[in-house]
């Protein structure tokens, strides 16, 4: 091979790759960073851009799409000392590439972080009941306290969501026996008041029946009375109506206890027969008792 053809050849490949070096074509979705001599030099933006061959470089090459940021699960304490695991997710832009790059060292680790330790302050803040129902609060509070230190590093968040929150295992286990206590808590104290409902229940009904045992007996008292008060009045002084009464009554008396079930053997007093025809034969002579 002659010497002329070999310097041919290397002039060819030189220029190749100075055009190499000096053109670039940056794809939709992206910007570049170009640094001239290791300093900022200019942003290159989607499409044909040129730069100074073996004096310029692209240094960073930045996607200006939304990007989508998986904060991992961690443990929080809340401020009544539960401990609960959560994660996150964001949704963050790149606006301003160079604040982006020579702002902070690795900004997708930087928000990813910032978002951890604000996580744990905001729940930190919170009891656990409160934390677990207040989710769109939380979301809020972290897109707000972020948003400042987003903007110096050049980004945007456009929104952080939250993907879980829930007690540890062991705060689980721990909830599941409270609840489970509270549960056996209210079943006795509503067998408690049943008990003290049914215990007033009978003693209002024991009172009832005191109570109207109690005017019965006034009334038969009453009636006994008024009872004695009409036969005396009706018998006057004289006295064989009342002893006809009194051995009718002595009479029926003995019948119902001798047609008792009950009864195997009567005894009847031995001079029954002299009291009866006593009885009988002084009604019949007017004679008193």
């Given at each position: 091979?002659?010497?002329?053809?070999?310097?041919?050849?290397?002039?060819?490949?030189?220029?190749?790759?100075?055009?190499?070096?000096?053109?670039?074509?940056?794809?939709?979705?992206?910007?570049?960073?170009?640094?001239?001599?290791?300093?900022?030099?200019?942003?290159?933006?989607?499409?044909?851009?040129?730069?100074?061959?073996?004096?310029?470089?692209?240094?960073?090459?930045?996607?200006?799409?939304?990007?989508?940021?998986?904060?991992?699960?961690?443990?929080?304490?809340?401020?009544?000392?539960?401990?609960?695991?959560?994660?996150?997710?964001?949704?963050?832009?790149?606006?301003?590439?160079?604040?982006?790059?020579?702002?902070?060292?690795?900004?997708?680790e930087?928000?990813?972080?910032?978002?951890?330790?604000?996580?744990?302050?905001?729940?930190?803040?919170?009891?656990?009941?409160?934390?677990?129902s207040?989710?769109?609060?939380?979301?809020?509070?972290?897109?707000?306290?972020?948003a400042?230190?987003?903007?110096?590093?050049?980004?945007?968040?456009?929104?952080?969501?939250?993907?879980?929150?829930?007690?540890?295992?062991?705060?689980?286990?721990a909830?599941?026996?409270?609840?489970?206590a509270?549960?056996?808590?209210?079943?006795?104290?509503?067998?408690?008041?049943?008990?003290?409902?049914?215990a007033?229940?009978?003693?209002?009904?024991?009172?009832?029946?005191?109570?109207?045992?109690?005017?019965?007996?006034?009334?038969?008292?009453?009636?006994?009375?008024?009872?004695?008060?009409?036969?005396?009045?009706?018998?006057?002084a004289?006295?064989?109506?009342?002893?006809?009464?009194?051995?009718?009554?002595?009479?029926?008396?003995?019948?119902?206890?001798?047609?008792?079930?009950?009864?195997?053997?009567?005894?009847?007093?031995?001079?029954?027969?002299?009291?009866?025809?006593?009885?009988?034969?002084?009604?019949?002579?007017?004679?008193?008792?």
């Amino acid at each position: 091979m002659s010497p002329s053809l070999v310097i041919t050849g290397a002039i060819l490949v030189f220029i190749l790759v100075t055009v190499a070096k000096g053109v670039r074509i940056v794809p939709q979705g992206e910007e570049w960073i170009a640094e001239r001599l290791g300093k900022y030099q200019g942003t290159l933006r989607p499409g044909l851009n040129f730069l100074i061959p073996y004096l310029d470089k692209v240094a960073y090459k930045l996607i200006t799409k939304d990007i989508i940021l998986d904060v991992q699960e961690q443990e929080v304490i809340t401020r009544d000392n539960a401990v609960i695991l959560t994660n996150a997710i964001a949704f963050i832009k790149v606006t301003d590439p160079v604040k982006a790059v020579y702002g902070v060292t690795d900004f997708s680790e930087a928000i990813r972080n910032l978002i951890m330790t604000t996580l744990r302050s905001i729940v930190g803040e919170m009891e656990l009941d409160e934390a677990l129902s207040s989710r769109d609060k939380i979301k809020a509070r972290l897109r707000e306290s972020i948003a400042d230190e987003a903007v110096d590093w050049g980004l945007t968040v456009k929104s952080v969501e939250i993907q879980d929150i829930k007690p540890s295992p062991s705060m689980q286990r721990a909830m599941e026996l409270q609840a489970a206590a509270e549960r056996e808590r209210k079943a006795m104290v509503t067998r408690s008041e049943g008990a003290k409902q049914s215990a007033i229940l009978e003693a209002e009904a024991r009172l009832e029946a005191a109570r109207r045992d109690a005017n019965a007996q006034v009334t038969l008292a009453e009636a006994s009375a008024e009872s004695i008060r009409r036969v005396t009045a009706a018998l006057g002084a004289e006295s064989a109506p009342m002893l006809y009464l009194l051995g009718e009554k002595y009479i029926s008396s003995v019948q119902k206890l001798a047609a008792s079930e009950n009864a195997k053997v009567v005894l009847l007093p031995a001079d029954i027969q002299e009291t009866i025809g006593g009885l009988i034969g002084k009604i019949a002579h007017g004679k008193p008792v």
